[in-house]
């Protein structure tokens, strides 16, 4: 029988290619080589199975964050990384802030639905306080609400990756430069540093 891992991670891929809503039940299970009544067992429907998939893309992201931050580096190279994880987690996941949104922020009307809400905003925006807990050798920094900290990041990120068509017009003399996003990694590095350091 197939496990709920698998049914999850082929709901994500789906979303590599369709929005949230674009999918159905029947598509899921088809992908997944599954009954769409196993998906109803395990998820009781596709709202239950869209917030498994947000909640396990957030795991990894977490993981993957954690493990950067575990690591004994400066201020800046901290910020980057949390930079440069989000957005290749954004770009392995475009949906994922849609999904967020749309399946699971819009429905906040159930214990389920709530938990799973608080779950990822929580879970995010400890990964943006870990940012402003002092290290040996890092600058003094402004008090900063991590909330609207954690909200820059997410902005900074999403729309550098949802805004490619723009970003193609804008940078047209430069869309084959492959360091086009580390400039911007920099670049937005440099903003939050100059946003946080007294």
Request: net charge negative; aromatic share 6%.
């Amino acid at each position: 029988m197939v496990g709920k891992a698998a049914i999850i991670d082929a709901a994500i891929a789906l979303m590599k290619t369709k929005t949230p809503q674009e999918l159905s039940v029947l598509e899921i299970a088809t992908a997944a080589g599954v009954d769409p009544a196993l998906i109803r067992y395990y998820f009781t429907n596709k709202q239950g199975l869209m917030r498994a998939a947000a909640t396990h893309i957030m795991d990894q992201l977490q993981a993957r964050s954690q493990v950067m931050l575990g690591r004994d580096a400066p201020l800046e190279e901290r910020i980057r990384k949390r930079l440069v994880l989000l957005i290749e987690a954004l770009k392995d996941n475009p949906r994922f802030l849609q999904l967020v949104l749309n399946e699971i922020y819009s429905h906040a009307d159930t214990p389920e639905r709530i938990d799973t809400l608080q779950g990822v905003a929580a879970r995010g925006l400890a990964l943006s306080e870990a940012l402003l807990v002092p290290r040996d050798g890092d600058p003094d920094l402004e008090a900063i609400d991590p909330r609207f900290l954690h909200v820059a990041f997410l902005g900074l990120c999403t729309f550098f990756v949802d805004a490619q068509p723009m970003l193609r017009i804008l940078f047209s003399d430069e869309q084959d430069d492959p360091d086009l996003t580390g400039r911007y990694l920099d670049f937005a590095t440099r903003l939050i540093m100059h946003g946080i350091v007294k």
